[in-house]
């Protein structure tokens, strides 16, 4: 009987000894390494003293550890006129530094000029966000220090709105017409919209979104 207890224990004991080295090697992954931190640093001051001028300044990293990006680590940079905040981060393919500086400015810019309509139209506490392409300064070629305005190039961005309500039989009309006035106004021509019903806590109100290509 003893010997079984025995055993039990031990079986027991190497079982709590895995989950507390389990349990070790998930909190030190989930800190980022302070040498990586100032590589990326480094890096990404040399990318924005070629690049970019004395306006733009380094704040911060970011260390991804749960895969939402192409990338583990980033610096996070700050436009000091515009407070337009973006990322400098290695191409996963190239390894070469790339930033999402346009991308972000134009993402403002746009969640800007659409938020009166947007709180009009869907009330005060509805929100608009903006997703374009990250890379979308280099693949049309846009010079960081003279980005112009995105209503000179034709993006194709992802709007998103979030409404603190359920659903209601007139939602799909005012979807649309807030689509025509995007297209009307010259905002945007094409794109997609999603809205969820998402309330100011965080809670999701409708299981389904509405989508539509335009």
Do not use: C
């Amino acid at each position: 009987m003893r010997k079984i207890v025995k055993i039990i224990l031990g079986i027991l004991s190497v079982i709590f000894l895995g989950v507390v080295v389990l349990v070790i090697l998930f909190n030190l992954s989930m800190k980022p390494d302070p040498d990586r931190e100032e590589k990326i640093r480094q890096e990404a001051g040399r990318y924005l003293e070629a690049n970019f001028n004395d306006d733009f300044e380094i704040y911060d990293t970011l260390y991804d550890n749960m895969g939402n990006f192409e990338f583990e680590y980033a610096t996070k940079v700050r436009d000091i006129r515009s407070n337009t905040e973006f990322l400098v981060y290695p191409d996963a393919e190239t390894e070469e530094l790339v930033d999402t500086y346009v991308s972000d400015k134009w993402s403002d810019e746009l969640e800007e000029e659409m938020s009166p309509y947007v709180r009009q139209a869907f009330g005060e506490s509805a929100v608009v966000y903006v997703y374009i392409d990250d890379e979308i300064g280099a693949i049309l070629n846009v010079d960081p220090l003279n980005p112009g305005s995105f209503k000179n190039y034709n993006i194709e961005p992802i709007v998103r709105l979030d409404i603190p309500r359920k659903r209601t039989a007139g939602d799909e009309e005012l979807f649309s017409d807030f689509i025509s006035y995007l297209t009307d106004e010259d905002i945007v021509q094409h794109g997609q919209l999603i809205v969820s019903y998402v309330a100011e806590t965080g809670e999701i109100l409708e299981d389904k979104e509405w989508s539509r290509e335009f």
